[in-house]
């Protein structure tokens, strides 16, 4: 029986053709969904080479922290409690924090605010400032549900909630002005990355100092990917 067994080789070429495959596709993917994305800015006003900009300078944006102030403490708890590394059971002791810097994230504050301003300018020079009023409104709504809905997370920091803030931005701008049209995009664009940054990040500082992190960026980790989803969706269904 052993010597019936026989060994087939797949050969250089078609291991080389898997790989490209796969490499094609690992390459694909990304370029698919940022296309996606891409052509939903154009349905906010923006040229396709602007679009792609824009998402491009928020990712890598996301990168960039700009720092603001710091939060000094004049006491911090020692825990007893250690983190083991690796596994090992080695204790590694974990050093009190004494001060956190507060930053703000281009890629996840600066940009989407630049932005929202933007398309908010372009609607009431089109609509007129009645539109004001309901955006003001909106981003009320959405910095209340999503200050109630952020976990401060000791040790860790501020985590919105990744759908949320969009959702309740939708919501408002498919109830206030149907669901269709500049005035409904814009109202949950502007609504959902302004309530967002109020309510997850700006309405929250106060909570900073009970956290023990040592830094803290507006837009940034834990609220990126909110902001993100606030930006595209309302184009994706624009």
Do not use: H
């Not at 999503?146 to 401060?152: I, M, Y």
């Not at 830094?215 to 269904?237: D, E, K, Q, R, W």
């Amino acid at each position: 029986m052993a010597g019936s067994i026989r060994f087939v080789s797949a050969g250089a070429i078609p291991v080389l053709a898997i790989l490209l495959f796969v490499g094609l596709i690992i390459v694909l993917i990304p370029l698919l969904v940022l296309g996606i994305i891409g052509a939903a800015f154009t349905k906010l006003g923006f040229s396709w080479i602007t679009a792609i900009a824009v998402v491009l300078l928020m990712l890598f944006g996301s990168y960039v922290n700009i720092p603001l102030y710091r939060i000094k403490r004049d006491m911090v708890r020692i825990s007893p409690d250690t983190t083991a590394v690796f596994g090992s059971g080695s204790p590694w002791p974990v050093d009190p924090v004494w001060e956190t810097l507060v930053s703000i994230n281009l890629g996840g504050a600066i940009l989407p605010m630049c932005i929202s301003l933007y398309l908010l300018y372009q609607a009431v020079s089109i609509t007129g400032t009645s539109l004001l009023v309901p955006v003001g409104a909106g981003i009320l709504l959405v910095a209340l549900v999503t200050f109630f809905a952020t976990r401060p997370v000791p040790g860790v920091g501020l985590r919105v909630p990744l759908l949320i803030p969009a959702l309740t931005a939708l919501l408002m701008g498919m109830l206030l002005f149907g669901g269709a049209g500049i005035p409904a995009t814009v109202m949950a664009f502007v609504s959902g990355t302004a309530g967002a940054l109020v309510g997850g990040n700006i309405g929250q500082l106060f909570r900073i100092k009970d956290l023990e992190v040592p830094s803290v960026s507006i837009g940034g980790a834990g609220t990126f990917g909110a902001i993100f989803i606030c930006c595209i969706l309302p184009a994706l269904v624009a």
